[in-house]
């Protein structure tokens, strides 16, 4: 089932790789030639050249022993067992290293520490706007050639005669040069997806895919979600698994068995993907990402099962930049007042977190605090988004509830517009 063009994450490390996998020049090449493992975190001095230098390497111990682990194949071993008692779910999370990359360098000089830290900063921009194109927008290309002044910290590891770069991206001056250059800010708030993947193979015919199988395959598509910071997770495939989410249904794509077999997982969204090989060097797949009661239909292609798969993780992630990014207003828009009113917000502690949540949106450029009656807040959030963008981001907050009623119609049969004081957006704080 392996394709001799295997693409290991070690060996995208390396971009010099990229040429043999047999990826094509399309949109996406670029991206998926640049899948790196996660950076470690680190302490920061000054230096002369403009960037700071690392010193202690913090969490790298741990994040190097677990990097060998993966290249040994232990680490998928490791999870398939633990994963096979403990049942973690597939929720929204808050990603934390969309200003962290790893750059292959040739070696330690100016110059090529420049460019890396050019290459590193335009990874990081397609992260935070969600638009994996970013780098042909020529309005960031004059930013990109000054990336030094966006470093927080860097230093430097080698493995199996390779020199790598790693950088730390200063968060807050990211973001003001996101909102200069009037770009799409996708928070980092995201959707936990859950993928089912099953392959059609000439040799072999019909299965469905298990990390315990492939777990190359499995290890590049975890890259490409740090890539694009997209938290994915897979099944088990447990006999639970195979019982709810059986070969049939799921190259069927059959939605309802994906939610039966997504009970135990709980995630925010679902991905399955069918991928067929139609010749010796010719793949194709057909995907469906359903997501918060809408489904979303894509296929990809490629010279590899591998890279397929890229292919699809790379328009999910699309898919999901385009419902959640913050679009840039005009200058004429307006900012418009939405008032949302929580229940159970029964201690301090609940109305300084809930609070404290809804002002750091970014879809929210203020708040003001209308009342507190009970155990029941009303908040005037100011926004210059669509009511559904604003729906759609506060839903990944698993703890707002969202009542079953419908909105409050009054007797001569008016509909007050939701989000307006006579009816709120309603939630419970759980």
């Known amino acids: 089932?392996?394709?001799?063009?295997?693409?290991?994450?070690?060996?995208?490390?390396?971009?010099?790789?990229?040429?043999?996998?047999?990826?094509?020049?399309?949109?996406?090449?670029?991206?998926?030639?640049?899948?790196?493992?996660?950076?470690?975190?680190?302490?920061?001095?000054?230096?002369?050249?403009?960037?700071?230098?690392?010193?202690?390497?913090?969490?790298?111990?741990?994040?190097?022993?677990?990097?060998?682990?993966?290249?040994?194949?232990?680490?998928?071993?490791?999870?398939?067992?633990?994963?096979?008692?403990?049942?973690?779910?597939?929720?929204?999370?808050?990603?934390?290293?969309?200003?962290?990359?790893?750059?292959?360098?040739?070696?330690?000089?100016?110059?090529?520490?420049?460019?890396?830290?050019?290459?590193?900063?335009?990874?990081?921009?397609?992260?935070?706007?969600?638009?994996?194109?970013?780098?042909?927008?020529?309005?960031?290309?004059?930013?990109?050639?000054?990336?030094?002044?966006?470093?927080?910290?860097?230093?430097?590891?080698?493995?199996?005669?390779?020199?790598?770069?790693?950088?730390?991206?200063?968060?807050?001056?990211?973001?003001?040069?996101?909102?200069?250059?009037?770009?799409?800010?996708?928070?980092?708030?995201?959707?936990?997806?859950?993928?089912?993947?099953?392959?059609?193979?000439?040799?072999?015919?019909?299965?469905?895919?298990?990390?315990?199988?492939?777990?190359?395959?499995?290890?590049?598509?975890?890259?490409?979600?740090?890539?694009?910071?997209?938290p994915l997770d897979f099944p088990v495939m447990d006999l639970n698994d195979q019982r709810n989410m059986p070969l049939g249904a799921l190259w069927a794509q059959d939605e309802r068995a994906a939610e039966r077999a997504g009970l135990r997982y709980s995630p925010d969204a679902t991905l399955m993907g069918r991928i067929l090989q139609s010749s010796g060097h010719r793949w194709q797949a057909d995907w469906l990402l359903v997501h918060g009661g809408r489904s979303y239909a894509f296929d990809s292609s490629g010279g590899s099962m591998e890279e397929t798969a890229l292919r699809g993780i790379n328009q999910m992630a699309n898919a999901l930049a385009r419902r959640y990014a913050v679009r840039p207003q005009g200058r004429d828009a307006q900012t418009g007042a939405m008032i949302v009113e929580l229940a159970g917000v029964d201690s301090f502690a609940d109305y300084v977190e809930a609070l404290a949540y809804l002002r750091g949106l970014a879809q929210v450029s203020s708040t003001s605090l209308l009342s507190v009656v009970g155990d029941r807040m009303r908040i005037a959030l100011s926004v210059s988004v669509r009511l559904s963008n604003l729906r759609d981001t506060l839903a990944l907050n698993h703890k707002l509830r969202a009542p079953a009623d419908g909105d409050t119609i009054d007797l001569s049969g008016y509909r007050a517009p939701l989000g307006s004081a006579d009816n709120p957006l309603r939630y419970r704080w759980d």
């Not at 999370?93 to 990359?101: F, G, N, P």
Request: contains cysteine.
């Open 1 to 230: 089932m392996h394709d001799p063009g295997l693409l290991s994450r070690k060996n995208l490390l390396k971009p010099s790789n990229c040429a043999h996998s047999g990826l094509r020049e399309t949109d996406d090449a670029d991206t998926i030639a640049s899948i790196f493992t996660p950076s470690v975190y680190f302490g920061v001095l000054p230096n002369t050249n403009g960037f700071v230098q690392a010193r202690g390497v913090g969490r790298g111990l741990e994040r190097n022993s677990m990097h060998k682990l993966l290249q040994q194949g232990l680490v998928m071993q490791l999870s398939a067992l633990l994963l096979g008692v403990f049942i973690l779910p597939v929720q929204a999370r808050v990603i934390s290293d969309l200003y962290e990359v790893v750059e292959a360098v040739p070696s330690r000089g100016s110059t090529d520490l420049a460019l890396a830290g050019s290459r590193g900063l335009e990874r990081v921009f397609v992260r935070v706007t969600g638009d994996a194109a970013i780098g042909n927008n020529p309005n960031l290309q004059p930013v990109l050639q000054k990336a030094q002044q966006f470093v927080q910290g860097y230093h430097y590891t080698s493995e199996d005669n390779q020199l790598y770069l790693h950088l730390s991206f200063d968060p807050q001056a990211v973001s003001r040069q996101v909102h200069q250059l009037g770009l799409p800010m996708w928070p980092n708030n995201r959707p936990g997806t859950l993928v089912w993947l099953a392959v059609d193979t000439l040799l072999d015919g019909r299965s469905v895919l298990r990390e315990e199988d492939v777990p190359e395959l499995f290890s590049v598509l975890e890259a490409m979600a740090i890539e694009r910071g997209v």
